[in-house]
């Protein structure tokens, strides 16, 4: 596509298309590439950039999403065409959708301003998951919207409500799911008080850079957050996803640590009545497999001074290798036998004494953990949730995440609500919205001569976004066809402002008509619209 305006006439302007429905057998359309700035840099109230998502999963330890898209019987289009590139442990509520067992989705929204264009990219992985079956939470986040914006309760509800309506519109069922306030929500915040006591000041000083000029409700507002990320599995545990961009990631990633931490019990592995860390433990399984290996009885057979000695003689020398040696000559005589461990964390006395009575088979009961013969590892952790949860603990499954794409702003860089012109807000007047994008940054050559010879640079374009990301819909083949076309040079950039400018005035027309229709189905519903804090 050509980025000098002056050629835009020189595109075939295309006719209008149905992009609501996709065949199945067409294939997915080539992957969006936008949001690609300088660095990486993860910030959930700050300007986050992200010039390679590779970086995410090295720096970070996010998965590729298409490692997990096979076990998604009809992925999102968002998922087919990689706008989803991302997750976090996505995988336990893929196989609930597959087996028709309970999950739920969650997301939240800060109400700074109108919602736009990018934030339907999270509207739309929620309802899908609704969809899909699964329990839908949708959340204003106004406390901290309060506490780390400094946005009035005026200016809260107005953008509340916007968020609503929009969310409404695009399809979410509100008597399938549930809509909230944090300010309002009391459970919600009792849960926020107890995680709070799992947290600690040097936690929220490594993973958000708090300081001491941070404010106390700043602070509150992030466990106010856990508690929202875990708020789902209140009534039962269950697998949780968070539809996010990038930078909430550091929000996820404290959300597991604290749903582990607030567990009664830890299940490991062990193989002796000593605790060893996961990679002593690695060592000790190596070193009893290989012993063992021939042995007829090799619970009783097998000793820990045997297996110290087979390490020094066969595993490569590291810091861990001698810090297992030294464990196991410790050990000297006690046999080696496997076994899954229940450790104590944060169980009440009853829930201790009952697990010990729910263990069948043979076990051995210590001070501050139970050792257990007869169980897997995978029925040992869904019994101590069992005993957990019958004692009034959450029993809570670490939620996961799903990860999107930054949008790029249609002038370019980043998409930013202060700047009107990079971005198309829902309520933008559709003919304003039309004329946005027809003025937005293109990926086309200088001269259409040289589109036609050299092809326009789809991966580099705002405006292929638009199509990829919202204006083609479910429909894979018509979003092939525009990027084919691009690249191929035949198509350019004026034709194709021009159709995109079209489909988004369509868009937002639609769009704003179901609003105004949500408005009725907004006052029925049990959701405050105005704060009560003013």
Known sequence: MADDESHAEEGDSRPDRDVTGADAETPAAPRADGGAVDDVALDPWGSSTVADYRKLFEEFGIEEFDDVLDSVSEPHYLMRRGVIFGHRDYRPVAEAMLNDEPFA?????????????????????????????????GLIADLEAHSARGIQWDDIDEHAESYLLSLLALGFDPEEGELYRQSENEELRNLAFELGSKANFSEFQAIYGFDGETSISHMQSVVTQMADILYPQLEEPKPTVIPVGPDQDPHVRFARDLSTRMRFFKVTEAYASFELDDAERELVAIAYEALADGTDDAETDIRCEEAAEWLEDEAPDSTALWDTVETLKAGGKEPLRPRVRFFDRNATEDAFEALIEAIDGEKRVYEGHIDTFDLDREAAEELAREIEVDNGGYGFIAPSSIYHRFMTGLTGGKMSSSEPASHISLLDDPADGYDKVKAATTGGRETAEKQRELGGEADECPVYELYAYLLTGDDDEFAAEVYEECVNGERLCGGCKEQAAQLMEEFLEEHQEKREEAKELLDDLDIQLESSRK
């Open 105 to 137: 989705a969650l997301s939240g929204f800060m109400p700074t301003g109108d919602p736009h264009i990018g934030h339907k990219l999270v509207f739309d992985e929620l309802i899908w998951h609704q969809q899909q079956g699964g329990d839908a939470y």
